[in-house]
């Protein structure tokens, strides 16, 4: 399987979104729309840290795990 390359991406461009249910002691992760349709997330109490790039099947695929409970008990 052929691991796609990620476009390059100027991450303070982007405009990064955190779930209405993300605490306010910074305890989120923040999502962003980048280039070529990739999808960043970031740990929002360490945006100085290089954000992590998804293709859109890879999120979906986790967003379906986690919408199915599949992460549960690591909570």
Same mark, same amino acid.
């Given at each position: ?10 991450? %303070?461009?982007?405009? =990064? @979104?955190?779930?209405?249910? &993300?605490? *306010? ?5 923040? !999502?962003?729309? %980048?280039?070529?349709? =990739? @999808?960043?997330?970031?740990? &929002?109490? *360490? ?5 992590? !790039? ?22």
């Amino acid at each position: 399987m052929n691991t796609p390359t990620p476009p390059p991406v100027d991450f %303070a461009a982007l405009n =990064w @979104v955190k779930a209405t249910a &993300s605490s *306010n002691q910074g305890a989120c992760v923040e !999502l962003a729309a %980048a280039p070529q349709g =990739w @999808v960043a997330l970031r740990d &929002s109490k *360490n945006k100085d840290r290089e954000p992590l !790039l998804f293709t859109p099947a890879e999120l979906t695929a986790f967003l379906d795990g986690a919408k199915g409970g599949e992460f549960d008990h690591l909570t």
